[in-house]
């Protein structure tokens, strides 16, 4: 059974503080995936990467950047954080691409920005 | 830019009643997937339907692909309150890009 791990499930930042948001797949999957949910919104894509050190934009990847250094850890960073990144953060991974297979996701974190 | 509409936003109903979400999308998807998620949880994959009119059954839920593979639709038969949470559809567009809809809540009463 696949296992996506996100490190915190409740965090609580600054505005301006650098977050660092940890995500780990345990089941070899080339592709990962940072979402964010907000009520009303649905989930909406920030980035993904296909593979090691590739990532790709989202629809909503401004004020986000990624990291991909090993497979199976996908990293979310908010280089300095605001109000308007208070959200769910998903994580989720999927053995094809985009639609090609079902995702995976984490339980999620609910990140606070004060 | 494509989009996927899903209604209604909220349903209660009462334990037993029938429920149904319907998703459109503005453009023809290559496939759809449905996911449900339990209040203060994660998203969890139900189904994907690729064929145009495509009908799949798990057990009480009935998933619905449409003839042109522009919406699909996601019917319970007697709700129960395991049933409770958010049922999100998510179209696949022709590009290869996984777009989910707004999600319906639904709330069910013993």
């Known amino acids: 059974d696949v296992k996506v791990t996100q490190s915190s499930r409740y965090l609580v930042k600054r505005t301006g503080e650098k977050v660092f948001l940890e995500c780990v797949q345990d089941m070899d999957h080339e592709n990962m995936f940072w979402y964010r949910q907000d009520p009303g919104l649905g989930l909406r894509l920030i980035y993904f990467s296909y593979d090691v050190k590739m990532k790709e934009k989202g629809d909503i990847p401004e004020g986000y950047s990624v990291s991909r250094e090993k497979k199976e850890r996908f990293s979310l960073i908010l280089e300095s954080a605001s109000t308007n990144q208070t959200s769910m953060y998903l994580c989720?991974?999927?053995?094809w691409g985009q639609g090609g297979s079902p995702l995976h996701f984490g339980n999620g974190t609910r990140l606070t920005v004060t | 830019g494509q989009q996927v509409m899903q209604i209604p936003q909220y349903q209660h109903v009462q334990e037993g009643e029938d429920f149904t979400t319907y998703c459109n999308s503005s453009t023809t998807l290559s496939n759809i997937q449905w996911y449900k998620q339990r209040p203060g949880g994660h998203p969890v994959f139900l189904i994907q339907?690729?064929?145009?009119?495509e009908v799949k059954k798990q057990k009480r839920l009935t998933f619905q692909f449409g003839e042109a593979k522009k919406n699909s639709s996601l019917h319970i038969t007697a709700t129960q309150t395991t049933d409770v949470g958010t049922y999100f559809c998510a179209g696949v567009s022709l590009g290869d890009k996984l777009i989910f809809g707004t999600g319906t809540r639904l709330q069910v009463f013993p």
């Open positions: 339907l690729v064929k145009s009119g």
């Open positions: 989720a991974s999927s053995l």
